[in-house]
């Protein structure tokens, strides 16, 4: 499609996005659904007891399931030019963290609320996995994994803001153990095309570069462009 037209809708959403509180105000009931959902499921999920070696098993596969699902949707939302549907002021809001990949300074907790906000996608699996918790005979290993993943997945929104922003010696020891996402490994996403989608701490980066390379024809010839004309007046 035309460049010049796509950077119109995008003008044009981000004026929407922009005047319309009700993008805002629905961001914000996102948040406060998902993190009111991860709240009552770690409360379900501590009704069972399941020993140390099970809890770090379940911990270990929610880590893969949710750095490489969140890089999933990163993939598919940095590919997203939909600007004209309902959903395109939120959309082309997206798209800015390529133009100003820095945040603004904040605490990490607020990070963690602020952040949850374009986690739309989140909510439904959060739903569906509150309705699992209720079925008889529940593995309960499994309802961990879920739940911590459900969790991991607005922890990677934390995990990208340091990798962006912090200087602390903390982060840094974290990244290096695998826990958060390293700031160099992190780079290549914003340097190169196509490449590091993942952001929890970026071990699933090489099979998300792989399916990439096969699925997408990359950002910094399609919506990287099409922000060229839009004036940001402030950070996000």
């Not at 590091?196 to 024809?217: E, H, K, V, W």
Request: net charge positive; proline share 4%; glycine share 6%.
């Amino acid at each position: 499609m035309d460049l010049a037209l796509k950077q119109k809708q995008f003008n044009a959403a981000m004026g929407l996005y922009e005047s319309k509180g009700i993008y805002r105000s629905f961001g914000n009931l996102v948040a406060v659904a998902n993190v009111s959902l991860q709240a009552f499921l770690l409360f379900r999920a501590l009704g069972h007891s399941i020993g140390l070696w099970r809890q770090m098993a379940a911990l270990a596969a929610a880590y893969l399931a949710a750095d490489s699902v969140n890089g999933l949707v990163h993939m598919y939302m940095d590919h997203n030019d939909d600007y004209d549907s309902l959903a395109g002021p939120l959309i082309a809001n997206f798209h800015l963290h390529h133009k100003v990949p820095l945040y603004k300074d904040s605490y990490p907790p607020v990070v963690y609320f602020v952040e949850t906000r374009s986690k739309v996608w989140l909510v439904p699996c959060l739903a569906a996995t509150a309705w699992l918790s209720y079925r008889p005979g529940i593995n309960p290993v499994l309802l961990y994994a879920l739940v911590y993943a459900g969790i991991l997945s607005s922890v990677a929104e934390v995990s990208h803001y340091l990798a962006h922003n912090s200087t602390s010696p903390v982060a840094g020891i974290l990244a290096r153990a695998g826990l958060l996402l390293p700031k160099r490994h992190h780079a290549r996403h914003h340097a190169g095309d196509n490449l590091g989608y993942a952001f929890l701490n970026g071990i699933t980066n090489p099979l998300l570069d792989m399916i990439a390379r096969t699925c997408c024809s990359g950002y910094k010839n399609g919506t990287d462009l099409h922000f060229a004309r839009y004036s940001l007046t402030e950070r996000r």
